[in-house]
């Protein structure tokens, strides 16, 4: 989820071999990508957990679950491993891999779980990852402001809703539907600050480095 340095436009095409120009290629940023897959599927999620809108459209949800937050993201999460950014890696497929079990929870297995049951259960889940996110945060602390800012507002957002789960307690799981519509501005800004730095060659929007690599 860190953007690295930030760089400019794509440079002009060379006259050289594709093999000569091959050996000093670098790909393009990930981060940003998997910022904005994150960030839209959590903000439409969280629409629904605030109660702003009405739940039943929340199945319109499990497309961006599977295609944009997990497919996508996971994408991201892959070329982090070849940029050599483990945190971004880690992030980015944990991540995705959440939004695909997420989607592969309510699309199969949701049903399963006998109704006594189903608020411990999704409390548990959501918990877990809660802690999850609450290590990336520490971790985060050696990017930038903007992916701290994000994975600490995730962390409520985690607790609170597990926790309303758990506890059947309705007002905290809109209170986390808030948190998450929070985090998901938060995500976004930081895909746009990259994207609008890496385009203008220069930085437009701070993204606040934190002294990481």
Known sequence: MESGSMPGARPPISDEPAESRSVGWAPAD???????????????????????????????????????????????GMWEFRTGNTFGAVAFTSYAAFWVSFWALVTFFAADIPPEHVGAAIGLYLISWGIFTAYMFCASLRTTGA????????????????????????????VGGWAGILTAAAAWYASF???????FGRTVLPVMPLGGR
């Open 193 to 199: 600050a990259a994207v609008i730095n890496s385009t």
């Open 30 to 76: 990930p981060g940003p990508l998997g910022l904005a897959g994150f960030a839209l599927t959590t903000f439409v999620l969280s629409m629904f957990n605030a109660g702003l809108v009405s739940k039943a459209g929340e199945p319109v949800v499990l497309g961006l679950a599977l295609a944009y937050g997990g497919i996508a993201q996971f994408a991201a």
């Open 147 to 174: 992916i701290a800012v994000v994975l600490l507002l995730l962390t409520i957002t985690y607790f609170l809703l597990g926790i309303g789960e758990s506890g059947g307690h309705g007002g905290m799981v809109e």
